[in-house]
């Protein structure tokens, strides 16, 4: 009986017969590979550690406990502002003032208001800090004008840790301090008043990153802190694990901004080597892997994003991590291979995720595309079986037969093996991690969290992500659909006290030629690859990878900011990567043009970096070079 074999069969069996049979290239990672890798993340490393933040800030600390403090200065001075740094805690407290010590006058300030007549009247009321939890670490100026030897500081709601505490002249220097002193004779005596203003040196004239807290810090840094001194967490939005790694460097550096940046800043520098080696494993060429490892090592948001105390590192760096397995997987095949090759990487794989997902949830979309790629290759692995079993029949020469017989053999329990691995590396060892992530919250000195607590804090979390509204619109909120063209970037800080002509500004964004680009190439790459018929392997992986950390936000209804799209931008570097292996490959002039348009990144890299980095720079810059769309928030 003849038997009619369809074109997509004899296609796939071709495809089969070809990844049982052909010769795989045989990948080296040479002493060259090594050198330009690390040329790259050193010179990325130096620039990524420089001005990262102050190891020094003031430390000892007074607990504002409801007494009222007496300041007395050597002379009557000037006051023009009051300058203070808090730690934990939130308060209220006022301020009089006085030139003999015996009389107090309650420091007020001016509101204007207008009439019906709309003429502008003036009144005076009562200063009353009312400090919440979201300003600590940060330096608070308030301005004010008033002469006095002597300063009450009346607590109204104690509890808050206050730091430091300047009264400072027109300049901006705090005067000197005669003494400090409670009025409560009964009050502790290691609770000192005194260490409010025993760090006077460290009260800026202006304000700067690189002393204090800025954008999310508030949250994240110092909820390590709180993991690190066994406190209750504040910050209970996302799992533990990434504060647990910014408390590794407050333990080694202490609870400064240096200490509570370097681990973020460090994980920004490990990627660089982990995307060389991922491009090295698709491309298998040294100029193919540094193209897009240069490119990442110069977008603006990989630079910033790792650069401040927050989870996102950590997040993008699992996930590329857990990629980077699942394509080491995909390159192995238990049909050919002893089964133990493909089982080690599809471990690391789930590893990484059960790492991802104990940092952010963002990591749990990775899992939708791990599945996918996943269940691919297990598909892959049937035909070939399929395929072994119908030409182990006609198969003539005695080694084939021998393999294809061990094939046929040996599936059915690869196959389960490979499927009981991934329940216990995908679903059993993540959950043992997550779990392990939530120690810090066990170990909290008073009310310490037990299981029924974790369940309901994942309760909350969800709770959390699914409604996150506020009142009014953020003003740096974006929408998905707009994050390719790098429209709308996040404000992360502004100083104060500089010139009028002088700013310290920080925004999250990307290079501009980067995303740009990238989103050229997708285009490109679709046009050519629809061309061909079908994507190539490599560039199918890629955007499986870039899909995943991109699509879910399409469906999520709550606000959304430029930095969600942070974890897609790696993946689309690696796109740009088979482009450039493209246009240098099958075009004349592609190499030059791939080398141009690095060196665009480059400049681009250097004119944007004192806004992506809180550089004092002037305003004139800013506007007339830098604000290509009305959108970008510079100050």
């Not at 030059?592 to 305003?619: D, E, H, N, Q």
Request: glycine share 6%.
């Amino acid at each position: 009986m003849k038997v009619l074999i369809s074109d997509k069969r004899i296609d796939w069996e071709k495809h089969a017969r070809r990844r049982l049979f052909d010769k795989h290239e045989n990948l080296r990672f040479s002493w060259i590979d090594f050198v330009v890798m690390m040329t790259v993340t050193l010179l990325y490393a130096a620039v990524a550690f420089l001005n990262l933040g102050s190891a020094q800030i003031p430390e000892t600390f007074y607990t504002l406990d409801g007494d009222e403090i007496i300041v007395e200065f050597e002379n009557t001075e000037d006051i023009r502002s009051i300058r203070y740094f808090s730690s934990l805690g939130k308060g209220a407290f006022s301020f009089y003032y006085s030139e003999d010590g015996e009389g107090y006058t309650q420091l007020q300030k001016q509101v204007y208001e207008t009439d019906e007549d709309g003429e502008t009247l003036v009144f005076f009321e009562p200063v009353t800090i009312d400090h919440e939890e979201n300003s600590m670490y940060a330096w608070q100026l308030l301005d004010v004008d008033f002469a006095a030897r002597f300063v009450s500081i009346r607590v109204e709601k104690p509890g808050l840790m206050m730091l430091e505490m300047g009264f400072c002249d027109a300049q901006g220097y705090p005067v000197p301090i005669a003494s400090v002193r409670n009025t409560n004779p009964d009050a502790p005596r290691g609770n000192a008043p005194a260490n409010m203003f025993d760090e006077q040196h460290f009260v800026p004239q202006q304000t700067y990153y690189m002393d204090q807290m800025y954008f999310d810090e508030i949250y994240h840094a110092r909820t390590a802190y709180e993991h690190v001194s066994r406190l209750a967490p504040y910050e209970i939005t996302h799992p533990p694990l990434g504060k647990i790694i910014i408390g590794i460097g407050i333990r080694v550096f202490g609870m400064n901004p240096f200490g509570w940046r370097v681990m973020g800043a460090l994980t920004g520098v490990l990627m660089l080597p982990l995307i060389y080696v991922f491009a090295h494993r698709l491309f298998r060429k040294t100029l193919f892997a540094f193209i897009p490892t240069a490119l990442f090592a110069l977008d603006f948001m990989h630079y910033t994003q790792t650069r401040i105390a927050t989870i996102d590192s950590y997040s993008v760096f699992f996930i590329m991590l857990m990629y980077l397995f699942m394509y080491l997987y995909t390159e192995t095949n238990y049909n050919r291979q002893p089964i133990g090759r493909s089982l080690l990487p599809l471990a690391l794989c789930g590893v990484s995720f059960g790492l991802g997902a104990a940092t952010k949830w963002l990591c749990l979309y990775a899992g939708a595309g791990l599945a996918l790629l996943f269940f691919i290759q297990m598909a892959k692995r049937y035909r070939e079986y399929a395929y072994a079993r119908e030409a182990v029949l006609t198969e003539k020469e005695p080694e084939r037969r021998a393999f294809l017989e061990s094939i046929t053999k040996s599936y059915v329990q690869n196959t389960f093996v490979t499927l009981l691995w991934c329940v216990l590396f995908f679903i059993i060892v993540p959950l043992i991690i997550y779990l392990l992530s939530y120690i810090p919250y066990t170990l909290v000195a008073e009310s310490p969290y037990d299981f029924s607590g974790i369940l309901q804090n994942q309760e909350y979390m969800f709770e959390y992500h699914s409604n996150l509204k506020t009142a009014s619109p953020h003003p740096f909120a974006s929408e998905w659909y707009t994050w390719p063209f790098n429209y709308r970037p996040v404000f992360f800080y502004q100083g104060q006290g500089y010139p009028p002509h002088l700013m310290s500004s920080m925004s999250t964004m990307g290079n501009p030629a980067v995303w740009w680009g990238a989103f050229c190439t997708v285009i490109a790459l679709i046009v050519l690859r629809l061309r061909k018929g079908r994507l190539g392997r490599r560039t199918f992986f890629v955007s499986v990878a870039a899909l995943s950390q991109f699509l879910p936000w399409v469906l999520i209804p709550r606000e959304t900011y430029i930095y969600h799209y942070f974890a897609t931008v790696p993946f689309l570097i690696l796109l740009m990567g088979v482009l450039a292996k493209y246009l240098i490959e099958r075009t004349r002039h592609g190499k030059k043009a791939v080398f141009i348009f690095l060196g665009v990144c480059l400049l681009l890299f250097v004119m944007f970096y004192p806004v992506t980095t809180g550089t004092v720079t002037s305003r004139a810059y800013s506007d007339h070079f830098l604000r290509w769309l009305q959108s970008w928030p510079f100050y």
